[in-house]
């Protein structure tokens, strides 16, 4: 059985790409952030089972804005509405010097600023493992005493037993648990709601 709350409702509902847009810090919001083209718009409708309510694309750094996706879950006894909220990407190289600063203010300026987000999901290729920027983030947010869920994506490119190994190295180089995804398959949909359950209820 599914372990994972019913979707009740999902819709996109603001994007934000100068910190004077986001909307006010009202709700409880899970975000997602991974360097470009990883799979976090994917994730994101994977794990709201919605084919096309984030858009997604093969060219890196599709994703320019911070986007809200308000949802609406169900996990008897009780509904909740939380905003999921997909990061633009970082590491994207054809980004000019400008442009990666600008993305680097927006990015710090969501993350000190947002009153309901519980947690942080951040998304790696699980071919790739952690690079320096991820490192960098992760370590930035625990510096912002921000809980964090590492998510391995894109388990389906590679055997079983490379994904175990890379599954274990992940969790030893962060100390941190890690869920091993496929957006395509749906893999670790049911592990990753249960990490974010008391995030999210
Ligand atoms: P930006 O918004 O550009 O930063 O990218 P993103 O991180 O949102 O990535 P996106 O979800 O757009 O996915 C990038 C590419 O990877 C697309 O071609 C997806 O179809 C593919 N992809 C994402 N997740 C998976 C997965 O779990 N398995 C496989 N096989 N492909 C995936
Ligand atoms: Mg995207």
């Known amino acids: 059985m599914s372990t994972a709350p019913i979707i009740v409702e999902a819709a996109f509902f603001a994007g934000a790409t100068e910190l004077s847009q986001l909307p006010p810090p009202t709700r409880v ?9 990883v799979g976090k718009s994917s994730l994101i409708n994977s794990l709201l089972n919605r ?12 994703t320019r804005a911070i986007n809200f ?12 509405e939380v905003d999921f909220v997909d ?6 190289a054809k980004r000019s010097k400008s442009e990666r600063a600008h993305w680097g203010q927006l990015i710090d300026g969501f993350l000190k ?8 999901v951040v998304i790696v290729d699980i071919r790739r493992g952690l690079e320096q920027d991820d490192r960098a983030l992760v370590e930035y947010l625990s510096e912002l005493d921000l ?9 389906d490119k ?7 190994i890379a599954l274990s190295d ?30 999210l209820f």
Not at 29 to 36: D, I, K, L, P, Y
Not at 113 to 120: E, H, P, Y
Not at 181 to 197: I, N, P, V
């Open 113 to 120: 600023t947002r009153a309901g987000l519980r947690g942080v």
């Open 29 to 37: 919001e899970v975000a997602f952030a991974g360097r470009s083209n």
């Open 158 to 164: 590679i055997s079983r037993s490379k994904q175990k």
């Open 69 to 80: 996706f308000r949802v609406k879950l169900r996990s008897e006894p009780s509904d909740v």
């Open 147 to 155: 809980q964090v869920v590492i998510v391995a994506t894109k388990i």
């Open 87 to 92: 990061l633009p990407g970082y590491g994207y």
């Open 51 to 62: 084919r096309k309510l984030v858009r997604t694309s093969s060219t890196p750094g599709a």
């Open 170 to 199: 992940l969790k030893r180089a962060t100390g941190l648990r890690i869920v091993g995804y496929s957006s395509t398959e749906g893999q670790g949909r049911d592990a990753l709601f249960a990490r974010m359950h008391g995030w």
